[in-house]
């Protein structure tokens, strides 16, 4: 199966820049007595013939020179350099990292592993995740195009398989558990029996993963064309429940996903959004414990407890005999995230339709009067020039203040 050539596959798949951009990076290498590589997801991409630009090089030797020697020859342009011997380089419209080969160890389960040594490209692909991310493109001439294939990536791929290349590996980084399940539901493949073994053997090591990467994960696993598949089977195989005890994820769930998806397109769902439908189950004490083990930015931790104390509130939202002031009083506490993750989700007819009035009418609705009328008026200016606003606004909801007339008449009663 090795020594198969993708050139032509290179040549049909990419841009013609980037084309470009790989035979000079190659050539230049070459120049500098060093070996490119194409390498990880871009190779299994190819392969299975789905578009994805997202280039990673690995050379032999000094990442930073090479990319420093390409914005050098050509309108190419290095935007970050690091202490690990890595680079980015704006190439056109691309952005391109080139990293040094590197291996790596782990000095304790979970903790990030620490670059052992600067090595060939065998010793690379070793420390990837899975048989279909191990494998590498030669890019320097006159190898331009052969494909590395060291674990039988590519069977991996014609059986549909995503396996791990050692046993000690979700000891060594169970983040990779995480991969595992996207790259299966994002490719349709299926878990290898033995890797699933593992999964299932190791799955405590999770419990070894800073917040920060847990949730780094979630992110990315959100940020797939269909997370829900992720996140069912994340559900299935008790790997969700390591983020939370109580963080479950049925058909439901799914469903939602799926409404808000039909619901926003073209538009992707915001990750905020899919985090509160996600945690739509919790108790608020839950909700507290999963934002500080996961790390959860204020701004987001903020939308999701909104979230949760509005549905606490749907019964209210339901009652006979609202009238709009009330639904508005209500309501418009509640960040506009809130509310749209409460109406997809809640089960009440009667909230929801409330809740569709305020965001196509009620929100929109202005007083005749301003802060600067009712201050002219003797109202202090602070706070009670936005309560007086309120009440003004609510009888206008209501309509017990239809003019500006009427409302100058309500000021003179309140003030
Ligand atoms: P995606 O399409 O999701 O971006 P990718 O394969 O490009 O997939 P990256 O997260 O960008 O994924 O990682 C690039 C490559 O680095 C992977 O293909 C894999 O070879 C390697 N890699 C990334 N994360 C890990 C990890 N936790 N353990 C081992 N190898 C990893």
Not at 329 to 334: I, P, V
């Amino acid at each position: 199966m090795n020594n198969i050539n993708l050139a032509k596959q290179i040549n049909q798949q990419f841009p013609v820049e980037l084309v470009k951009f790989l035979q000079l990076a190659g050539v230049t290498a070459a120049g500098l007595q060093q070996r490119l590589f194409l390498v990880g997801g871009v190779v299994r991409d190819l392969l299975l013939e789905r578009p994805n630009l997202d280039l990673d090089l690995v050379v032999e030797g000094d990442a930073i020179r090479l990319a420093e020697e390409m914005a050098r020859l050509e309108t190419g342009k290095v935007i970050a350099r690091s202490r690990f011997n890595t680079a980015k380089i704006r190439w056109e419209r691309w952005t391109v990292d080139i990293a040094a080969a590197r291996a790596e160890s782990y000095t304790q389960p979970g903790a990030l592993p620490s670059i052992q040594s600067f090595c060939d490209i065998q010793n690379d692909l070793i420390r990837r995740d899975f048989s279909v991310n191990a494998m590498a493109i030669y890019l320097d001439p006159p190898r331009f195009g052969e494909l590395i294939d060291r674990y039988e990536g590519q069977a991996d791929l014609k059986r549909g398989l995503i396996r791990v290349l050692h046993d000690k590996s979700f000891q060594d980084d169970a983040t990779r558990i995480w991969r595992a399940v996207r790259y299966e539901q994002r490719l349709n493949f299926k878990i290898e029996d033995h890797t699933l073994e593992l999964i299932k053997r190791d799955i405590d090591y999770l419990e070894t993963i800073s917040g920060d990467r847990l949730r780094g994960e979630l992110e990315l696993c959100l940020e797939e064309e269909k997370p829900e598949k992720s996140l069912q089977r994340a559900d299935d195989l008790g790997i969700l429940a390591k983020l939370h005890p109580d963080l479950k994820f049925g058909e439901s769930s799914a469903r939602f996903f799926v409404k808000a998806r039909g619901r926003l397109e073209p538009f992707s769902i915001p990750e905020e959004f899919e985090l509160a439908l996600l945690v739509y189950g919790f108790t608020p004490e839950h909700l507290t414990e999963f934002n500080v083990l996961l790390k959860i930015p204020k701004s987001v931790a903020l939308v999701l407890q909104e979230t949760l104390q509005l549905k606490n509130e749907l019964p209210t939202l339901a009652e006979k005999g609202l009238t709009d002031g009330a639904v508005y009083r209500l309501l418009h506490r509640f960040q506009q995230t809130a509310i749209l993750v409460n109406l997809l989700a809640a089960s009440s007819y009667a909230a929801k339709k409330r809740m569709e009035l305020y965001l196509a009418k009620l929100q929109h609705v202005r007083t005749f009067l301003n802060g600067r009328d009712l201050m002219s008026m003797g109202i202090t200016a602070g706070p009670r020039v936005k309560e007086t606003l309120e009440l003004l606004l609510e009888a206008r909801l209501d309509g017990r203040a239809k003019t500006r007339e009427e409302e100058i008449e309500m000021v003179k009663k309140v003030g």
